[in-house]
């Protein structure tokens, strides 16, 4: 016996036919299938509008991949001691095996040399994966280290550019630059920025607004292939063809016209010149091509020298050859050639400089898919060596060498003033001996000069060649401590050299004049202090003795050319005399002279006592 079931439908709701529902649940179906495909795709990072994914979705590139990332700081003023601390700690993350290395910048720029050596390091350093993070200020040389950078990232608020040449005098500030002058320093800046920007895949003509006035731009695209490129007039005028507009340029003025004529190079162009179209070659890829104004061709014979040197090639069409006519349409004006480049972070990421926003380390972790990442700060002892090259430190210890240095060659054989001179002789020429400032030869030039002036005053009488010659050494050495002696930029093409002279010969004069006003009063009005008087020497000698600062005090009341004395210790050349009843310090102006030896004074003034033997008469004794 079998038994049959009877197959259970969807009942129908009321009011509708059988193949009425049948539509209805298929309608639904087909919509529940459309909702989960659009819920699917929002979830789906690769759906996401560009420019609205956030780091963590994006695709990670190969080459920007690390796993251990370290973050060395460039805050403050860049000079000297920054580029040693860099080098540094560059090397250490070499060591260390790091992967990446991010150079956090905020800074309002500095010294020329310095940031081309820094520069230097990030191209050449073993790390090919370096990222600048402008947190929150790349200004002047900051910016340039950042374009050195393989990659930029900046924050939220963060600002770059503005790195034209300005040169600085003691007490007056910044003063204005020559413009043949400028037009030498000019050509390392453009060669290292050029050079950055080939190899960084940056707009070279961009980066030239960064350091150079002059330089009026427009944005224009390929439709066909999305490319674009910032170009000058004449550039323009092949690609896109037609007058140029010159309506509200997205960069603002910010300094008065300089000229914005294009160029080729080292030939001078008037505004609106257009050179016909040429064919192009092998060699343009390297060629420089200024951005802005006629340049002096030497100067653009040596940028194409050094480009060639580094192999930078540069991957910009040349919108003058045949086949780029019209090829092309405008997509803003950026400048009118009225100011130096500053860009915003929404405009470093749009323009092409900056690959996206970081706020903090988490999402550079993110950014990099790191695991590890460590900040490597300065050191206290680079804090205090940095300080220890300060123009007033350097000036006070200036001051402290020469007054102590003159109490140890006033009174020979206390050894305390010496030692002190000898310690600020060491702090001023080891800290710059660390970062270039000093060489072997301005140390050997101080030690000389206190050397022949020692001489004169103990050995050779009198105020003659070597007394002269060991001041022109002692002060020349000094002032070349402040000058840096290495020779990297063209010739002449250093303004960091011709300030750090200035304020060079200023600290040391004005640290002459005050040391010598120290010394004035220390002769004149302080021996009877108390304090100075503990602080003194004594020795018994079997009779009253004056203190140091009392015999330099009273050196000329203590004897008189041709009084007669007696040696109370030898004189090698220094030593003790008695005059009468007094016992002063004495310097033989000729030989060795023993204990018990008759003496004749030979000079006398304020600070030294020169003595000679003489030979006692004979005794004679009755038949």
């Excluded at 010149?273 to 002096?296: E, H, K, N, V, W």
């Amino acid at each position: 016996m079998t038994t049959g079931r009877v197959p259970i439908l969807p009942c129908a709701p009321s009011g509708l036919s059988p193949a009425a529902a049948a539509v209805r649940h298929v309608l639904r179906a087909v919509a529940l299938a459309c909702l989960s495909v659009v819920l699917l795709g929002a979830a789906d990072p690769q759906a996401i509008p560009a420019g609205t994914t956030p780091a963590a979705a994006q695709p990670l590139p190969a080459a920007r991949a690390a796993k251990n990332v370290v973050i060395i700081p460039i805050k403050g003023p860049i000079d000297r001691w920054t580029a040693f601390g860099v080098q540094r700690r560059l090397a250490q993350a070499e060591r260390e095996g790091a992967d990446a290395v991010v150079f956090e910048i905020d800074t309002p720029g500095g010294s020329l040399m310095a940031v081309l050596a820094i520069c230097n390091l990030i191209k050449g350093s073993s790390i090919a994966n370096t990222v600048a993070w402008i947190n929150h200020d790349a200004y002047s040389g900051g910016a340039i280290i950042a374009l050195a950078c393989r990659e930029i990232v900046v924050h939220d608020y963060a600002t770059f550019g503005d790195a034209l040449p300005v040169a600085s005098a003691p007490l007056v500030g910044m003063v204005p630059i020559p413009e043949a002058e400028r037009e030498k320093i000019m050509g390392p800046l453009l060669l290292e920025v050029v050079d950055s920007a080939r190899r960084n895949n940056y707009d070279e003509m961009l980066v030239q607004g960064v350091v150079r006035r002059g330089v009026e731009l427009w944005l224009i695209e390929n439709p066909s292939t999305g490319a674009r490129f910032f170009v000058t007039e004449t550039e323009y005028r092949a690609a896109v063809g037609g007058e140029p507009t010159r309506v509200n340029p997205t960069l603002p003025s910010v300094t008065g016209p300089s000229g914005g004529a294009d160029a080729t190079p080292g030939t001078p162009a008037a505004p609106g010149s257009d050179a016909p179209p040429q064919p192009a070659t092998d060699s343009d890829s390297l060629a420089f091509r200024p951005a802005a104004g006629a340049m002096d061709a030497r100067a653009v014979r040596e940028i194409n020298e050094g480009l060639e040197l580094r192999a930078s090639r540069s991957a910009r069409p040349d919108f003058r050859a045949p086949g780029h006519a019209g090829q092309y349409r405008l997509v803003e004006y950026i400048s009118d050639g009225h100011g130096i480049f500053v860009l915003k972070s929404e405009q470093l990421v749009r323009f092409g400089l900056a690959t996206q926003k970081i706020r903090d380390e988490e999402q550079l972790r993110a950014y990099f898919g790191a695991q590890n990442i460590v900040r490597l700060g300065p050191t206290w002892s680079e804090g205090l060596a940095r300080a220890m090259t300060l123009p007033w430190v350097r000036g006070l210890l200036i001051v402290i060498f020469l007054i102590c240095l003159f109490l140890e060659m006033s009174s020979p054989g206390v050894s305390v003033p010496g030692a002190i001179a000898a310690a600020a002789l060491i702090g001023l020429v080891v800290p710059p001996l660390l970062v270039d400032m000093a060489a072997w030869w301005e140390v050997a030039a101080i030690v000389a000069g206190v050397a022949l002036i020692a001489m004169e005053l103990f050995v050779i009488p009198g105020f003659g060649v070597c007394g002269v010659l060991g001041v022109v050494l002692l002060f020349g050495g000094l002032v070349a401590t402040f000058v840096g002696g290495d020779g990297r930029l063209f010739p002449g093409a250093n303004p960091d050299r011709s300030s750090e002279l200035t304020w060079g010969v200023v600290t040391v004069l004005v640290s002459a004049l005050t040391s010598g006003g120290i010394i004035y009063m220390i002769a004149k009005h302080l021996p009877s202090t108390p304090l100075l008087g503990k602080l003194v020497l004594k020795e018994s000698l079997g009779g009253p003795e004056p203190t140091m600062l009392e015999a330099m005090a009273a050196t000329a009341a203590l004897a008189r050319v041709g009084d007669i004395g007696r040696a109370l210790t030898p004189l090698r050349p220094a030593g003790r005399v008695q005059m009468g009843e007094r016992i002063i310090d004495a310097v033989s102006d000729l030989g060795f002279i023993p204990a018990g030896a008759q003496v004749r004074v030979t000079s006398s003034d304020e600070f030294r006592i020169g003595v000679e033997m003489v030979e006692e008469p004979p005794t004679h004794t009755a038949a």
